[in-house]
């Protein structure tokens, strides 16, 4: 490994993916945007997004996949565009990010608590 390259965790080729996915669909995210569609926070401009098999694919905090995307953009997997008309930075993935992200799957991650009773007896 040269010194501009880390071995990326699978949350973080989710990551790619997801920006991947949205762009393929004509959308480019935010840090904010992503974060909250791979985490499933249901928000109105994310809401006709609930069905999409991406949609809270990982389980991490909106905090801690805004710190994987910087730790990216660093490592040149990511890249900054920014609108001057929108004073916004928007993110897409670089060839070296799309290379990693290559494989990966989107999956819906269903989060189920199990609930378990016991009869008390009186």
Same mark, same amino acid.
């Given at each position: 490994? !040269?010194?501009?390259?880390?071995? +990326?965790?699978?949350? /973080?080729?989710?990551? &790619? =993916? *997801?920006?991947?996915? &949205?762009? !393929?669909? *004509?959308?480019?995210?935010?840090?904010? *945007?992503? $974060?909250?569609? +791979? $985490?499933? /926070?249901?928000?109105?401009?994310?809401?006709?997004?609930? !069905? !999409?098999? *991406?949609?809270?694919? +990982?389980?991490?905090?909106?905090?801690? #996949?805004?710190?994987?995307?910087?730790?990216?953009?660093?490592?040149?997997? #990511?890249?900054?565009?920014? @609108? %001057?008309?929108? @004073?916004?930075?928007? &993110?897409?993935?670089? @060839?070296?990010?799309?290379?990693?992200? %290559?494989?990966?799957?989107? =999956?819906?991650?269903?989060?189920?608590? %199990?609930?378990?009773?016991?009869?008390?007896?009186?």
């Amino acid at each position: 490994m !040269d010194s501009k390259s880390k071995k +990326l965790k699978p949350s /973080d080729k989710k990551i &790619l =993916k *997801g920006i991947m996915h &949205l762009a !393929d669909i *004509g959308l480019e995210p935010t840090a904010v *945007g992503i $974060s909250s569609y +791979l $985490s499933g /926070d249901m928000q109105v401009e994310n809401e006709f997004l609930k !069905d !999409d098999a *991406g949609f809270g694919c +990982l389980s991490c905090t909106s905090k801690k #996949i805004k710190n994987k995307i910087n730790i990216m953009i660093r490592y040149g997997y #990511i890249k900054l565009n920014y @609108d %001057e008309s929108l @004073d916004e930075v928007f &993110l897409s993935v670089s @060839d070296k990010g799309a290379m990693e992200a %290559e494989g990966v799957v989107l =999956k819906r991650n269903e989060r189920t608590k %199990e609930i378990h009773f016991r009869k008390i007896n009186k």
